[in-house]
């Protein structure tokens, strides 16, 4: 039987010490991966969702115009923001002041055909430009999601097995599935946003 000695003892208490930490650091590390990928579930929803007021599937009828766009924030977190007035198709209600949702530039001298959101403030312009530039988004939160979401999904199957003792490696293809979903979902953004770009409003 081994000797304690002091030397033995501080060894012994490092080891432990490091794999507290290590556990902690790797709780941590997978704590924020879940955010991320929370986050980016909810962007995507809020996306999905506004998918049918730029469509002219829901939302009230009508036409935004009088429209001034101007650059807000600073640095990196700069935005587009439009305003505008919407009157409703048919309707004897004055125009209303509202916000276009989005980032896209709007010219002020024409009008454009929109849908008022339940909010009663904010409308999407209806078009087949507004369409796909969200579509194009869509694929871009997609592209970022199955890459996220994809290894964080094959690390918990391979976290759950090797507690379970039945731990075996994935195949290549499995390793490089959420790789190769998210280049899809990119190659489909990029071309999305450049046919995007060639639409007028």
């Given at each position: ?5 002091d ?5 012994g ?16 590390g ?21 998918l ?39 309707g ?13 530039y ?32 869509m ?9 996220l ?15 379970l ?16 979903l ?20």
């Amino acid at each position: 039987m081994p000797k304690l000695t002091d030397r033995n003892l501080r060894a012994g208490f490092g080891r432990q010490g490091r794999k507290r930490d290590g556990k902690v650091a790797q709780t941590f590390g997978l704590l924020m991966f879940l955010g991320m990928v929370v986050l980016l579930i909810v962007f995507l929803v809020s996306q999905v969702e506004e998918l049918p007021y730029r469509a002219g599937w829901s939302g009230v009828p009508g036409t935004v115009s009088a429209v001034f766009c101007e650059t807000e924030g600073s640095g990196k977190s700069t935005h587009l923001v439009c305003d505008g007035e919407f009157r409703q198709t048919g309707g004897s209600t004055p125009p209303v002041a509202v916000t276009i949702e989005g980032s896209n530039y709007f010219d002020g001298n024409r009008g454009y055909p929109a849908r008022l959101q339940p909010d009663g403030q904010t409308v999407s312009v209806v078009g087949s430009k507004t369409v796909v530039y969200l579509l194009a988004g869509m694929a871009g939160t997609l592209a970022i999601l199955s890459f996220l979401g994809g290894y964080l999904v094959l690390g918990l199957i391979m976290f759950i097995r090797r507690r379970l003792g039945r731990f075996r490696k994935p195949s290549k293809f499995v390793g490089l599935l959420p790789a190769c979903l998210a280049g899809l979902f990119i190659v489909l953004a990029i071309a999305g946003w450049i046919v995007a770009a060639s639409l007028s409003f």
